[in-house]
């Protein structure tokens, strides 16, 4: 680890975070990559408030300012450093905060006891010269987005992170933090939900999307697109020629809806090249040309929903029908899509007494033109990293029958 570098702090769910952001950033492996977080070197142009606010992934991004020789040094640092860290001019009171990272070392409570000690010592130092302070704490060693975003702490100072690894301490400080509230009202605050059908949180749709390495001219399918979700954060993301169909009239006139309140909200977003239509995906081939798509996120039907305990007599027979229901499907957008396109898509499985039941799609794979596009090998072999031995990533709750396979296809040119 260097100063100058970038630090990326996942989110809930770090081995989607750590392959969205090796998408988004062209990269297959970095120097430190832990459940937490990734330390990589700034890319020419690299727009951190653009990276951020693009990745479902990401919870903060921040830069590594120094080495700390021992934890009880950090006072110091900070009593020599605030005033470059508050942003210039300002005379309003400072709040900050700090938070502890694993970057190859678990910071253990004695460690988090000992950093706040550093805080509480640094507040002290500042109300001492007649500056007004205050800390902003949690619980855990990390502060969320939350704690940053209502404790105005990048608008009025700033969050220390201290990143612990075997050889070193380092600190940096955050950039940039998740917008929640934009999240938030892009999920609750549109005109039309479909909690029946389910529908994706929005940050797992900009982690499909970008798992394609999308470009703005490049034409984007959701043949699934339910009540908008995907083609609402493709068109956040900029891409302009977008195609949305669903077999439900509901579906389809909830995703008319949901994308025009976008674009009343959200004035950059350029909806003209939009077009969403109702179509079992079985009538596209004669609705859109063959190899005329670069770009596929979706998220097709996941099965009925599974409310209590699941049995396995029941979820035996539902994961083969779904496995035949796929199979065409695939087939339909293997074709669809261009020799170079890419298809980010769920699948569903299920779990059921701790076990797995994932659909049986491998074998008929080669017939539909596709393959799996698994992540780097590096993070295959990271001890936390949650993928398939069939190249996917999961993303499911504790609690739920029905989680998400995430897959990544290309063509099988
Ligand atoms: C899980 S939902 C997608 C939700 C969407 N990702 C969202 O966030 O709103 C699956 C969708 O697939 C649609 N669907 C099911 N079978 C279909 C088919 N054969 N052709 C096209 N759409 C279909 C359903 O109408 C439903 O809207």
Redesign the pocket.
Known sequence: MEVGQLIAIFGREPSLSLWELSRNLGCADFEVATRDLAVFDSPQNLEVAELQSRSGGLVKVGRIMGVVDALSGLAAILEKNWPDLIPAGSTARVNFGVSAYDAGQTPDRHFRTALKRQAQRFKKYLTANHRSARLVESKESTLPASALVQGKILQQGFEILVLVSPQKLYWGVTLTVQDISRYGRRDFGRPAR?SH????PPKV?QILINLTQPKSEEVFLD????????LQEAALMGLKKILG????QK?VSDSLRNLDWLKQKYEPVDLADLQIFE????ELPAKLKSESIDLIAT????GPPQKGRAIVGNILPLVSALSRQYIPWLEILGKLLKPAGRMAMVWPFFKVENHGYFLQLQQALPQTKLKIIPPSKHFLTLPWFRSTPRGTVLYSRPDQVVGREIVLLGKNV
Not at 223 to 230: D, E, R, V, Y
Not at 279 to 282: A, N, V, Y
Request: charged share 20%; proline share 7%; hydrophobic share 35%.
């Open positions: 479909d059908s389910g529908m994706l749709a043949p699934f697109c339910g009540s908008g979700t995907i169909s669903d077999l439900s579906a179509s079992d995906i079985k998220e097709p039907y996941l």
